[in-house]
């Protein structure tokens, strides 16, 4: 009976007026307005850095030819002017910078790339760590190992992203998938980023060719993931790892990025079942020295990276949860982030009271979060009040929140300011 | 005049390894948070590296003793990441002797395990290049220390030596941070096991900051004064 009651409280809470809304306009106008009034910062140097790394793939891309490539720019520029599309595509572009610089790293002409590594990856894992974990690792294999080395190499990998996002979106505050978006897109961008610079090969390498110098004419190969293809009869994971557009992009392993990066995505959301996703994790990295993709020294690359990228999402723009609040629908304000540095971590702690607040320090304030939270719960409470002789009415306490919602979003937000978005 | 001042030392001391921010911009708590996970990171190696003992039947005692000190330093830093985000000094001074301790381990196993694989790699290679060719003459111990690409793992080894040291002066200036900010004192302290603990860690810090407790001394000293003045116009 709780139960329901505390179910009906929430679904009525879910039916607020709240300024997080999803834009359903078709009308280009709002974008173009809001371009007018962007306020210009140094963070709005990413876009000239993502509009580089387009330019430079779209150079280089030979197929699809040039009206291929004219109509997909096309295309992208009229998504990112709909609001309707521009809410989806403007948190994205990092990840569809990513997509397109990998595919682009098939036709870069191999004089224009550095020499490729073979033994300097297990230098450093013989040196750093003691001996060839991978090496180790594999050398007895079973179709059962072989199986819990594919469900989470094969299968959650790829489809643990479009999950995570449906429950950032739901579980969350407003405003996470975005910077999830964001987060996503930059690690994977700046991990292949660094195998194009950095290209060294993978153990399957080292078990088929020795320690022989290698060159671009190498295709890729699935290393453990043959064993699957003859236990299911397929060929997926040779033809898919043949084709690959980075043969040697073995350091830093994105596998161990991705999973580390939903891990502490998942533990910021859900504090309570940290360890069970940081157990994934080490799934994972075992699954993939296993298979004969990844030294040690890459998944140690790669977990760093994930988490520069949310240390920087979580003091920079994630939004903080609030007590006794799950769904997105809940929230009436959000509060970003904690402060990357000294000056930012002392402003937030500047304002000691609440009631002494103004509009700009209002939600930058701890003190007014548990103030808010009070009377958030005491709303909520209020919604199954009856009648009672005492009471002179039935109307809900006055929020002070009641002020945000009615701002107007237009005069101070900026398209490259994504806290407008939901 | 300037020229005849006696150097002070320990501000010396203090301006050289005592950092004010991680990397300029971070502060230096988000600065050991990183370094927390990235120790963790390191060494989840030793559960992987446990596991891999049971299929290397001829591991060498030094990797049996890394493995074990990875797992134990990993249920260390585990504990120790619950804390330091609440900014306990404690914790932060645990933290520092840990890393320290860490770091020293891990340059005594990183130069052992150089050594032991240079000298193999330079045997290998000297034995196959002798097959090959035995006419000619064995080539230099150093072109087959070069021809096996060493100069980027000698260059990566050493960089992630430093970036080692230089979390070290991190968790150090944070755990002085937090001591100076706190305003503990090894008198204040309870004088139960934790208490006892905080007092022994902080010895260090108190001996070299002697000199600038004294000189802070006297501005604490006014603050009092200027009470007990407060004080007796009120009785008066």
Redesign the interface.
């Known amino acids: 009976m709780s139960a329901l009651s505390t179910l009906k409280k929430r679904l009525a809470a879910c039916n607020r007026a709240s300024q997080y809304k999803l834009e359903t306009s078709l009308n280009p106008m709002p974008t173009f307005r809001l371009l007018r009034n962007t306020k210009w910062s140094w963070t709005h140097l990413q876009y000239v850095f993502l509009a580089g790394n387009l330019i430079f793939a779209c150079i280089v891309i030979e197929s699809p030819g040039f009206w291929g490539k004219f109509g997909i720019a096309c295309l992208l520029a009229i998504a990112l002017t709909v609001p309707l599309t521009r809410q989806i595509f403007f948190p994205a572009i990092v990840i569809i910078t990513w997509a397109i610089l990998f595919y682009s790293c098939r036709f870069i002409p191999e004089r224009w790339r550095p020499p490729i590594w073979v033994r300097v990856l297990p230098t450093l894992e013989n040196i750093l760590y003691g001996s060839n974990l991978s090496s180790l690792l594999s050398k007895t294999t079973h179709s059962i190992l072989d199986i819990l080395a594919w469900v989470p190499y094969g299968v959650m990998h790829y489809s643990a992203p479009f999950i995570i996002s449906f429950i950032l979106f739901i579980f969350a505050p407003p405003g996470t998938l975005p910077v999830w978006a964001r987060t996503f897109g930059y690690m994977n961008l700046f991990g292949v980023l660094i195998q194009m610079a950095f290209p060294c090969s993978p153990p399957w390498y080292e078990n088929m060719y020795g320690l022989e110098p290698a060159t671009y004419a190498v295709r890729g190969s699935p290393g453990g993931l043959a064993r699957i293809d003859a236990l299911f009869g397929t060929s997926i994971y040779t033809d898919g790892f043949s084709n690959s557009p980075v043969v040697f992009g073995a350091f830093p392993s994105l596998h161990a990025g991705w999973a580390m990066l939903e891990a502490l995505f998942l533990s910021h959301v859900f504090p309570r079942y940290r360890f069970c996703f940081y157990g994934y994790v080490l799934w994972l990295c075992w699954c993939t020295m296993y298979l004969t993709h990844h030294y040690f020294v890459d998944l140690v690359g790669g977990m760093c990276l994930a988490i520069i990228c949310f240390v920087f999402a979580q003091k920079l723009r994630l939004p903080q949860l609030q007590t006794g609040k799950i769904l997105r629908w809940e929230y009436e304000f959000v509060i970003h982030g904690h402060g990357l540095s000294e000056k930012t971590s002392n402003s937030l702690a500047r304002t000691g009271s609440p009631y002494l607040l103004g509009r700009d320090s209002f939600t930058q304030n701890p003190n007014a979060v548990a103030f808010m939270s009070g009377l958030n719960n005491m709303e909520l409470a209020n919604t199954d009040h009856e009648w009672s002789v005492g009471s002179s009415s039935p109307e809900p306490l006055p929020s002070p929140a009641a002020d945000l919602i009615d701002r107007p979003a237009s005069t101070t937000s900026s398209i490259f300011d994504a806290s407008h978005l939901p | 005049m300037a020229l005849f001042r006696r150097p002070n030392w320990s501000a010396l001391f203090e301006k050289i390894f005592i950092q004010k921010?991680f990397l300029g911009?971070?502060?230096?708590?988000?600065g050991c948070?990183?370094i927390i996970?990235?120790a963790i990171?390191?060494k989840?190696?030793g559960?992987?590296?446990i596991?891999?003992l049971f299929?290397?039947s001829d591991?060498s005692p030094?990797?049996v003793l890394?493995?074990v000190s990875s797992v134990l330093m990993l249920i260390l830093f585990s504990w120790l990441a619950i804390h330091i985000p609440k900014s306990s000094v404690p914790h932060a001074l645990i933290l520092f002797y840990v890393y320290l301790i860490d770091f020293l381990l891990n340059v005594l196993?990183?130069v052992l395990?150089?050594l032991s694989?240079f000298s193999k790699l330079v045997q290998s290679d000297s034995s196959s290049t002798e097959e090959s060719a035995d006419s000619d003459p064995s080539p230099s111990l150093l072109y087959l220390f070069f021809q096996?690409?060493?100069i980027?793992?000698l260059l990566?080894?050493i960089f992630?030596a430093s970036l080692k040291f230089y979390f070290v002066l991190i968790t150090l200036s944070y755990s002085n941070k937090l001591i100076v900010d706190s305003g503990i004192r090894p008198q204040n302290l309870p004088p139960n096991f934790s208490g006892r603990v905080t007092r022994l860690l902080m010895k260090p810090y108190i001996m070299a900051a002697n000199r600038s407790y004294l000189r802070n001394h006297t501005k604490r000293f006014t603050d009092s004064i200027e009470l007990e003045q407060r004080l007796m116009d009120e009785v008066v």
């Open positions: 921010s911009f971070c502060s230096l708590r988000v948070e990183i996970w990235f990171i390191n989840v190696s559960l992987y590296g596991v891999s299929q290397n591991a030094w990797q890394m493995y196993f990183t395990f150089a694989w096996a690409e060493s980027p793992s990566l080894l992630f």
